[in-house]
């Protein structure tokens, strides 16, 4: 690794480091949906937010050249949203987003970017959890081209299952490139159009709140949930 890449590596370490305090001390959970353009992420955001426990206080940060609109989409379900214009999404710009958001005000933290598919170097934003994003319509070769994005993940997101009768993807083979980059990861098929697996991703969501968050909810998740393997 070059200096010049090791101290730009070093530096968005430390910030997201500062930037998980921050969420740690706040009793705030982050989760980050990073995935190519075009998976869904945004739709799936909004799917979430129709779905997940009324009670929770949610907030979501959007980094990407079109995170404006994107945004616009988001605050129609009442949702606070920041946008973040980039291509980079980094911890810093995470960092700098914070001061519009008063995290002793909320539970949940999204946050949506794009992922590069070469380098490690910005993926850490300060998020406790990290889902990966990918559909059916982008092919079935897509974990081996972000095997840095599926290694660091926590959960594999597979969406728009519902074009699987119009598009050429194998599951088997996208399923073994996973598990071949990380075992036993964990992917969840999804369709916002049919609502397929969207009550297990929620659900998923809400079982690794912090237990204070669980208790003041009315659902009652267990951390330890597991699903069966599509």
Request: net charge neutral.
């Amino acid at each position: 690794m070059s200096p010049q890449l090791e101290s730009r590596f070093d530096l968005n370490s430390r910030i997201a480091r500062a930037n998980r305090a921050n969420f740690d001390a706040a009793g705030v959970t982050t989760v980050s949906l990073v995935g190519p353009a075009g998976t869904g992420k945004t739709t799936l955001i909004e799917a979430m937010l129709g779905r997940l426990d009324p009670k929770l206080r949610t907030a979501v940060i959007v980094g990407g050249l079109a995170a404006e609109r994107q945004v616009e989409r988001i605050v129609r379900h009442g949702c606070h949203a920041v946008p973040l214009v980039t291509d980079n999404l980094a911890a810093i710009n995470v960092r700098e987003a914070l001061g519009q958001l008063n995290l002793k005000e909320l539970d949940l933290l999204l946050i949506e970017s794009e992922g590069n598919a070469h380098s490690p170097v910005e993926f850490d934003l300060g998020h406790h959890l990290r889902a990966s994003v990918f559909s059916v319509a982008g092919g079935d070769d897509k974990a081996t081209e972000y095997p840095f994005l599926i290694a660091g993940s926590d959960v594999v997101l597979l969406t728009k299952m519902d074009l699987l009768p119009v598009v050429t993807f194998d599951f088997n083979v996208f399923n073994q490139d996973v598990v071949r980059i990380k075992p036993k990861m964990a992917i969840i098929q999804l369709s916002v159009q049919s609502n397929q697996g969207i009550s297990q991703w929620v659900e998923w969501v809400e079982s690794h709140l912090s237990p204070n968050v669980r208790d003041r909810t009315s659902r009652s998740s267990d951390p330890f949930i597991r699903f069966p393997k599509p």
